[in-house]
């Protein structure tokens, strides 16, 4: 088939789903255009982000295609951009021309697949939306939300779903917004997870020893790890403070941190580190690639993350116990008893389940679990097969 992903912003470096798919469909056989717009998302510490990925800090990736990983990166240019709200120009001629089977909306902009949606009818193409934007009640609460929601997106939201033939969800929290706010949406619902890619997340037995090494780890030190974009929204803080709660009792007890931010942000761990008198408990290391990554998921003991982030799924393939909040988007990721839940910001919680993986025992049977886990529901390439079989290949009702 030829298929379209369409997406607002395309940064593969970053490893999200648009990516993933694009990849491993091509693995199959099928082939793959990216339709994106000539900018990446902005957010605070980006510079940063990109200073360690070794990428170019600007905004600004101009037009036109490339290759990548088997797969055509289209960039177009952009009319106008306000937060993520991107007006394309062109995208009637480059659907036409490449004429697709399928176009994928994979939204985290709301005007740039408006096109694909208008012209659905005249090229004839079936049409998926899929959509990662957080439509919880307590997001709109927030009054610029609130407004952006009831005045814009929520129409844009219901035209897109008429016009889809089939939408594809990954998240508990988004489908229960469209199961009860979008009645319309129901029968077109397909119900799927996130994941992570085979090719570079797995179990490393050979790299946990070079990196612990590296990091001056010893054998009996347990090693926690987080990893993400460093913001201070994300509450580092729980995890400091659980880890100082139990320090005497488990001296030998580190803990690791991947990422980039900003400077305020980073300053607020070091700081309130060196108050809870853990500050050489603490390892911070910047933004990675997926390799190096990978290498640090297999040198650590515990994975520990304060909200729902894909690194979670990506430490998972490689074997590594989580401890996640326990949200509609978190709780299914340890379903298979390869982790543990706690209450949001919960630092007693918290504390309980790293003692609870203070054994190793414990740790290698949540290692066991994880793997299974990963091999039957998360690897890319098997959720890309799911798409083309219960998404692609199936008319929906209308």
Not at 116 to 125: D, I, N, P
Not at 330 to 354: F, I, K, P, R
Request: glycine fraction near 6%; proline fraction near 3%.
């Amino acid at each position: 088939m030829k298929i379209v992903i369409l997406c607002t912003y395309f940064q593969p470096e970053l490893g999200y789903r648009e990516y993933y798919y694009a990849r491993n469909l091509a693995k199959l056989g099928h082939e793959i255009n990216v339709i994106t717009s000539n900018r990446v998302l902005f957010f605070p510490g980006w510079e940063n982000i990109a200073q360690s990925l070794g990428c170019d800090i600007s905004r600004y990736k101009g037009t036109g295609s490339s290759q990548m990983d088997g797969f055509v990166i289209n960039r177009i240019p952009t009319l106008f951009e306000y937060d993520r709200f991107v007006i394309p120009r062109g995208m009637k001629r480059l659907l036409c021309s490449i004429g697709p089977d399928i176009v994928h909306i994979i939204e985290n902009g709301f005007a740039f697949s408006f096109p694909a949606a208008f012209y659905k009818k005249s090229f004839g193409y079936r049409l998926v939306y899929e959509i990662e934007f957080s439509l919880a009640p307590t997001h709109l609460t927030r009054s610029k939300e609130y407004y952006e929601y009831y005045f814009v997106k929520k129409h844009i939201i219901k035209y897109m779903t008429k016009k889809a033939d089939k939408l594809n969800i990954c998240t508990e929290q988004v489908y229960n917004f469209f199961y009860n706010h979008i009645s319309e949406s129901r029968e077109k619902i397909n119900r799927m997870v996130l994941g992570a890619d085979p090719e570079f997340f797995y179990e490393d037995h050979n790299e946990r020893l070079s990196m612990r090494n590296i990091l001056n780890i010893a054998d009996d030190e347990v090693l926690i790890v987080t990893s993400g974009k460093i913001e201070s929204h994300k509450r580092y803080d729980v995890i400091i403070k659980s880890i100082s709660s139990i320090k005497d009792k488990y001296p030998k007890i580190r803990f690791l941190i991947v990422g980039s931010g900003t400077e305020t942000a980073i300053k607020g761990i070091l700081d309130l580190a060196k108050k809870e008198s853990i500050g050489k408990n603490i390892i911070l290391k910047p933004f990675v690639n997926k390799i190096d990554l990978r290498k640090f998921y297999n040198a650590s003991d515990i994975g520990v993350w304060t909200q729902a982030t894909i690194t979670t799924l990506e430490a998972i393939a490689c074997g590594l116990p989580v401890i996640i909040p326990n949200t509609q988007s978190t709780a299914h990721l340890v379903d298979d008893g390869n982790g543990l839940l706690y209450e949001y910001a919960n630092v007693a919680q918290l504390v309980d389940c790293l003692e609870h993986y203070m054994s190793s025992e414990n740790r290698k049977m949540a290692k066991m679990r994880a793997l299974e886990a990963f091999r039957k529901k998360y690897n890319y390439l098997t959720l890309a097969k799911q798409l083309v079989d219960n998404v692609y290949s199936v008319d929906s009702k209308k």
